[in-house]
Structures are given as structure tokens and as C-alpha cells.
């Protein structure tokens, strides 16, 4: 059996065992650094083979149905947050007092409330939310902030003022302004 070149240099003494364990360990190195983390290049461009019709059909349609689920949790969290506005800035509600009548969509509804809240309501610091199957008030800047996430939500927000085209020059009730506090 021959003998290894190492082991050659060894028995004639022209090495030391130092040395040879050193070499084995630059040749090791060596071979890491070769061997080492693959090229970003080859596994940035894997080769995809074509799909056949029936699965590109399910991948569209899942994708359709992720968007469907993304939307529906958006408009989910919207909801979340119109009732953490709602539910933390809304006025206590008033038992008793008079009625303030509103109108919402083709509906007449009506809210409980007392003079100082009527008030408030015309001079436009309060505004009537659609909440929960029911009705509140919150104050204007909160309404505006609801407004932004559902515009729907926002019933009333202060008297509307009247088109610039429905005052006509020859009216004779021009000069008589109906009171926004008109109770009904």
C-alpha cells in the first residue's frame, strides 16, 4: 500500500505534525469558502413550468375571494372603530325632555332631548349618528371623523342651509325666516 504524500513528508522528517495539522485546516477553509451560501443569482429566477387552464382558473378565483375577505375585514374594522367613536364621545341619553324630530332617509325619526340640547343641535355643535339600530349624538368633530370612515352613518349635523336657487327674487315671505328650532 502506497503511502500518502503527507505521510511521506512526514517519515523523512521535512515536516512536523504541527505543520501538517495546519495545512489541513487552510485546505478545509478553503473548501468552505467554495462551497459556502449559493449565489443569489441562480435562486432568484426558478423556472416555472406553465399551468395548465384548470388551475389558473383556481388561482384567479382565490384570488378573487381573498380580496372579497380583505375588504370584508376592512370594512369590518371601519365598523369597530365608527363604534369605539360612537360609544366613547356620545351625549348621555335624556329620559323624558321633548322630541327633536330629523329626518332620515324618507323617514321622519325623533331623539330625546332637553332645551340646552336643541339648542346646541341648531347652533350645529352636535350631530345625530345612526349607531346599533338606534340613534345618538355626538359632538361635531367626532361626527366629521365618522363621516370619513361610512358617510351614511351621519344623519344630521347641524341645520342645512337652504339652496341658493330656492330664494326666489319676487317671494313674498322672503323677509320671513323660518326659525331652525321650529318644533313640529
Known amino acids: 500500500m502506497s ?17 501538517v ?43 378573487a375571494l381573498n380580496r372579497q375577505q380583505q375588504e370584508k375585514a376592512q370594512k369590518k374594522a371601519l365598523l369597530a372603530q365608527i363604534k369605539q367613536l360612537v360609544e366613547q364621545n356620545r351625549l348621555a341619553p335624556i329620559e323624558g325632555g321633548d322630541a327633536y324630530n330629523f329626518v ?15 339648542a346646541r343641535i341648531t347652533r350645529g355643535e352636535l350631530a345625530i349618528v345612526r349607531h346599533g339600530g338606534g340613534y345618538d349624538l ?23 342651509a337652504p339652496p341658493q336657487d330656492a ?4 317671494d313674498p315671505y322672503k323677509e320671513f325666516a323660518v326659525p331652525d328650532d321650529l318644533m313640529w
Open 21 to 63: 495539522k495546519d495545512a489541513e485546516r487552510q485546505k478545509q477553509h478553503q473548501q468552505r469558502q467554495h462551497h459556502g451560501p449559493k449565489r443569489k443569482d441562480s435562486a432568484a429566477a426558478p423556472v416555472v413550468a406553465p399551468r395548465p387552464p384548470a388551475q389558473n382558473a383556481k388561482v384567479v378565483r382565490d384570488q
Open 104 to 118: 332620515d332617509g324618507s323617514k321622519i325619526r325623533r331623539i330625546a332631548v332637553n332645551a340646552e340640547v336643541r
Open 138 to 160: 355626538v359632538p361635531k368633530a367626532i361626527a366629521e371623523r365618522i363621516r370619513e370612515r361610512d358617510p351614511h352613518a351621519v344623519v344630521a349635523a347641524g341645520p342645512a
Open 167 to 170: 330664494v326666489q327674487p319676487d
Open 3 to 19: 503511502m500518502s504524500l503527507r505521510d511521506q513528508l512526514l517519515a523523512a522528517g521535512l515536516v512536523s505534525q504541527k505543520q
